[in-house]
């Protein structure tokens, strides 16, 4: 009878506590709800915000996302909150936790950082073309940690953020149109004059080579076995750059055949003004050894 009795009591004690604790809960409920909704509608207002801003997609997407954790977090601190619970000390283990993950991936964050960097300052966008140390291909995404890259080989590069930003880079797309630097040489005795005329008719033939800006043909320096020119052309598409190069090569060289003009081979022209006594006599000697 008193086992029942203490029962009863311990039962009536727990349903005492309950009913006093229910508001709390209802209240951390409700709270936890609200941020919910407002997270919804207020998602599509900040996403419409920042498309007006002209912000790359990667950083939108982030921008939300952080927007919907910050929301998240409250919701949680503040209904925890309502139900007692000591919010002060759970954040500072949150804290620590944080700073121990940070710790443990300081690349990624570095990358991360880069990301965000690169995403704001812009040195190239989406369908650019660029060269980053031995790499050069058309971006094909650019992520908050690294950006990929499709090469002219149909290869698919992943590049590190942070590798962007500590090396040299080169956007061949930022401003249109790109200019295409071929080297030809021809003999001392050649015309410059005649072989711009040729080497530039040569190149307007070709369907790929922009009338505006006009071709060029420059010369470069006087080396050694031949009169160093360059060919200047420009292309509306740097994904195009390596397939005219190769043209205008080929171009410029049959151009210059058909002309007669000499494309010279490295060589080395030996002048004797004057032999002592005996030299040759010794240099016959040498031979009729041989």
Same mark, same amino acid.
């Given at each position: 009878?008193?086992?029942?009795?203490?029962?009863?009591?311990?039962?009536?004690?727990?349903?005492?506590?309950?009913?006093?604790?229910?508001?709390?809960?209802?209240?951390?409920?409700?709270?936890?709800?609200?941020?919910?909704?407002?997270?919804?509608?207020?998602?599509?207002?900040?996403?419409?915000?920042?498309?007006?801003?002209?912000?790359?997609?990667?950083?939108?997407?982030?921008?939300?996302?952080?927007?919907?954790?910050?929301?998240?977090?409250?919701?949680?601190?503040?209904?925890?909150?309502?139900?007692?619970?000591?919010?002060?000390?759970?954040?500072?283990?949150?804290?620590?936790?944080?700073?121990?993950?940070?710790?443990?991936?300081?690349?990624?964050?570095?990358?991360?950082?880069?990301?965000?960097?690169?995403?704001?300052?812009?040195?190239?966008?989406?369908?650019?073309?660029?060269?980053?140390?031995?790499?050069?291909?058309?971006?094909?995404?650019?992520?908050?940690?690294?950006?990929?890259?499709?090469?002219?080989?149909?290869?698919?590069?992943?590049?590190?953020?942070?590798?962007?930003?500590?090396?040299?880079?080169?956007?061949?797309?930022?401003?249109?149109?790109?200019?295409? +630097? /071929?080297?030809?040489?021809? &003999?001392?005795? =050649?015309?410059?004059?005649? %072989?711009?005329? @040729?080497?530039?008719?040569?190149? !307007?033939?070709?369907?790929?080579?922009?009338?505006?800006?006009?071709?060029?043909?420059?010369?470069?320096?006087?080396?050694?076995?031949?009169?160093?020119?360059?060919? +200047? /052309?420009?292309?509306?598409? &740097?994904?195009? =750059?390596?397939?005219?190069? %190769?043209?205008? @090569?080929?171009?410029?060289?049959? !151009?210059?055949?058909?002309?007669?003009?000499?494309?010279?081979?490295?060589?080395?022209?030996?002048?004797?003004?004057?032999?002592?006594?005996?030299?040759?006599?010794?240099?016959?000697?040498?031979?009729?050894?041989?």
């Amino acid at each position: 009878m008193l086992e029942s009795l203490q029962s009863l009591f311990n039962v009536q004690a727990l349903l005492t506590a309950i009913l006093a604790w229910l508001p709390n809960l209802i209240t951390a409920l409700l709270i936890f709800i609200a941020f919910r909704v407002a997270i919804h509608l207020l998602s599509p207002h900040l996403e419409r915000a920042f498309q007006r801003m002209q912000l790359e997609a990667a950083i939108t997407g982030m921008m939300l996302s952080l927007f919907r954790t910050v929301m998240l977090v409250l919701a949680v601190v503040m209904s925890l909150g309502q139900l007692g619970v000591d919010v002060a000390a759970a954040l500072a283990g949150i804290g620590v936790l944080g700073l121990s993950i940070g710790f443990a991936a300081q690349d990624s964050l570095s990358n991360v950082i880069a990301g965000f960097l690169i995403l704001m300052d812009k040195p190239f966008t989406t369908n650019d073309w660029i060269t980053v140390g031995d790499q050069k291909g058309r971006v094909v995404e650019i992520s908050m940690r690294t950006t990929r890259l499709r090469t002219r080989s149909n290869t698919y590069v992943i590049i590190p953020n942070k590798t962007l930003l500590d090396q040299v880079l080169v956007n061949h797309s930022r401003h249109g149109a790109t200019r295409i +630097e /071929v080297p030809v040489g021809i &003999a001392y005795k =050649e015309s410059i004059s005649n %072989a711009r005329a @040729v080497l530039l008719a040569a190149v !307007a033939k070709l369907p790929d080579v922009l009338t505006e800006p006009a071709a060029r043909v420059d010369v470069l320096s006087l080396d050694d076995s031949a009169v160093s020119l360059e060919v +200047e /052309v420009w292309i509306a598409n &740097a994904e195009d =750059e390596e397939d005219i190069s %190769a043209a205008v @090569v080929e171009v410029c060289k049959l !151009a210059l055949d058909e002309a007669g003009i000499q494309i010279p081979f490295p060589h080395l022209q030996l002048f004797v003004d004057a032999v002592e006594a005996g030299v040759w006599d010794q240099a016959r000697r040498l031979v009729g050894k041989a």
